[in-house]
DNA sequence: GATGAATGAGAATTCATTCAT
DNA sequence: TATGAATGAATTCTCATTCAT
C-alpha cells in the first residue's frame, strides 16, 4: 500500500519548508549566482536530486521563494497595513511593525526583506542573470510608491522631491535596517526610531 | 618599425583605462559572480587574454578595481571634506559633494559609489564567492564611522543609537541615491535634499 | 475486503498490457534512449514505480517488450507462413500478410515491426547504450536469412548477392513500409505491390 | 605576438575537421541521445570545453554537422546528377555513384548517408529528443520525391503508388545499403545491382 | 500491488585560467 | 603586447533506481 495521500503531503511540506528555508537564507545573503544548488540541499539536508522533484530548475526555485515566500511572507506579516487610514499612519504603523519583527528572534524575516529588496534594486541585466531580471520583480517599489504618492496627495509628504525618488529611500533605510539585523543578530540590534524615516518623508 | 617605450606606455594605460571603466560598469550593475571576463574584455574592446597581462587573475582586477580606482576615485572626488571641521558640517559637505557629482553627466561615480558600497554589505560568504570576501574590504563604512563617531562626541549626532547603526543608515541612503542616479539616468535624477540626511542623524 | 487472487490476475494484468503498449509505443518511435521511464509511465496510467514491480529495469522491460511481445506479435500474426513451402512462396506469403497488417487499424503491428527491426540494425555500441547491445538481437535477421539461403538453394533466388545483403535490403523495405504506414497513419497508407520485393530478391 | 589570423585559421579548421569527423561517426552509429560530448571530445583528441568554443551546444553542433557537412557531402559527391536528363536516368546516375562511394575506403559518405537517413526518419518527437526534431529535415526526401514526381509525369516510373511511398523505398533502399557497408566494412561489401532499384521504381 | 519521495551517478554546460605564438 | 585556442574544475540538470508505507 502505498503512503497515503495525506501522509505524502505532509512529507512533502516538511522538504519543501526546509529547502525554502535554506533557500531563503542562501539567496539572501549570497544572492542568485552565488548560491549553488548542492549548497541549498546540504543546509536543507537532501540531495539536490529533490530540489529538481519539486522545483523545475534553480530559476524556478528562486521565483517560487521570492514570490510565494518572501513576498508573502513581508506583506502578511509585515505590511499589513490598515488602507483606510491616511498614508502617513500606514507608513507609521508599516515601520512600527517592520522594526518589531526585525526584533524578533526569528531571522527569516529579515532574510526575505533583504532577498525582495535585493531583487528589487537590480539593476542591469546581462549574460548571466539574465534569466533572473527577465521578469523585474516591483512589488515592493510599488507598494510603497502607492503609499508615497497618497500621502502627498494628502498633502502630508513632501511634494518636492519625485515620489519614486523618496520611495527607494525609503527603501534603502529599510534594507539597511535588515542588513543590520541581519549582521549583528537580533541580540545586538537596537531598534531605530521610527522618527527617523517619518522625519524624511513628511 | 617597433613602437617607442612611450607609445607604449600611451597604449598600455588606453588600455587599462578601458578594462577598468568597462570592469567598474559590470561589477558595480551585476556583481562579481554575475560578471564573467569574457564580457568584461568584449565592452572593453580587446581580448579575455589581455586581462591577465595586467591583472593576475578575475580577484585580482576586481580588487585593484576597487582599491585603486573605485575608492579613490569616490574619496577624493566625493568625500575630500576638510577633516578639521565638525562632523556634522563634514557629512553636510560630503552630501553635498556628492549630490552634485550624481547629478553630473558622467556615470563613472555612481557606478564606484555602487560597487563599493555592494562590497561593504556583502554578508555571508561561501562557495562561489569566497574569494571575494576573504579580505573584507570596509573602508566606506571605517570612513562614515569615524565621522558619526566624532559628531556623537561632538555631542551634535544622536547618541541614542550605535555607531555602526547610524553608519549603515547613511551608506544606505547613500546608495539609495545612487541606485535612482543609475536607474532613472542623469537626466531624470532629481537631487534630494541633503537636509533629509542631517535630520536624520542630528 | 481484499481481492481475490483472481481479481488481482486481471488487474494485474490489464496492468501489464498498459505498460507494454505505452513501452512498444515509444520505444519504436522514440529509442531506447529517448525513452524514460516517468514517460512511459506516464502514457500506461501508472507511476513509474509500478514499473519495477513487473520488471527488473529498464533494460530488462525492453528486453522482455522484444523478445515476448514484438517479435511473437510480429512472428505468429505476420509470419506465420507455412515453413513447408518453397521460400518464393514463402516471401510472398509473408510480404501479403505483412501488408495486409500495416492496412490494419491497430498500430501495434507496424509499431512492433519499426523496433524489431531498430533494434536489428542498431551498430555500435558505447557508453550510454551499451546495456541495449550487450545482447545483439538477431532473430529477423535470421528468420529472413535462412528464408533467403533457402531459396539461393533452391535456385530461385538471385546468387549474384550476399544473401546477408539481400536479407538486409529485405529487412529495409520492410522497415520503409512499417516507416509510411507509422507517417501516414492507416487511412492514407496505399498498399504497395508484393511484386515490387519479389522482383528484387529472384 | 599573437597567431595571425591565418595560423588561427588552420589551427582552427584542423580542430573542427577532427571534432565534426569524431561526430559524424559517433551520432551516424549510435544516435543523438547516446552519444556524449566526452565521447566526441576522447574521438576527436580535444577536451569537451573545446566543443564549447565552436559550438554553442550539444544540437548546435549535430545541427551544424547535418547541415552543414553531411548534406554537402551526399550532395556535392554523391547526388550530383545532370538535371537535365530523364528522372529514370537522373535515378540511375545516383545510384551508380552512390554504390562507387559506398565501395570507397572513406567511410565519412556512409557516416553521412546513415546520419542524414536517420534524421529523416525520425517520427514522433517528446521529451528528449524535441530540440532534435523541432526543425524536421526534409532535404533526402524531397530531393528523391522531386526525382520519382518528375519520373511519374515523364510517364517512366509506376503510377499506381503513391510518390512519397516509394520515395521512402528508395531511401530505405539506399539506408540498407549503408548499412551493410557500415557493418561489413568496405573490403566484404560487395556492391548490388543499380537494376534492383531500377526495377522497383519503373 | 502501488505510489511518489528520495538518491546519486552521469551527462551537459559554464567559465576562469593557461599558453603557444 | 596581444590573441584566441585549449583545458578542466565546478555547476546545473536528468533520470534510472530504491524504498518506506
Known amino acids: ?3 497515503t495521500i495525506e501522509q505524502n503531503k505532509i512529507i512533502r511540506n516538511e522538504r519543501i519548508s526546509k529547502i ?7 539567496f539572501a545573503n549570497k544572492g542568485y549566482d552565488a548560491t549553488t544548488l548542492d549548497e541549498i540541499a ?16 534553480k530559476y524556478n526555485l528562486y521565483y517560487h521563494l521570492i514570490n510565494e515566500v ?3 511572507l513581508v506583506k502578511e506579516r509585515i505590511f499589513s497595513a490598515d488602507l483606510n487610514q491616511k498614508a502617513k499612519y500606514m507608513l507609521r504603523d508599516i515601520f512600527n511593525v517592520f522594526i518589531k519583527e526585525l526584533k524578533s528572534t526569528d531571522d527569516k524575516y529579515c532574510w526575505a526583506v533583504n532577498l525582495l529588496i535585493s531583487v528589487e534594486l537590480s539593476v542591469v541585466e546581462g549574460t548571466k542573470s539574465v534569466r533572473v531580471s527577465k521578469e523585474k520583480n516591483d512589488k515592493i517599489f510599488q507598494w510603497f510608491n502607492g503609499i508615497v504618492e497618497k500621502g502627498q496627495q494628502e498633502g502630508d509628504f513632501s511634494t518636492s522631491k519625485d515620489s519614486r525618488e523618496l520611495t527607494a529611500m525609503i527603501i534603502y533605510i529599510m534594507k539597511g535596517m535588515a542588513y543590520i539585523r541581519m549582521k549583528l543578530g537580533y541580540k545586538k540590534f537596537i531598534s531605530p526610531n521610527v522618527s527617523i524615516i517619518m522625519d524624511m518623508v513628511l
Open 42 to 57: 546540504k543546509v536543507a539536508g537532501c540531495s539536490h536530486g529533490l530540489l529538481y522533484h519539486y522545483y523545475k530548475d
Open 1 to 3: 500500500m502505498p503512503r
Open 20 to 26: 525554502l528555508l535554506a533557500s531563503l537564507y542562501l
Open 70 to 72: 518572501a513576498f508573502p
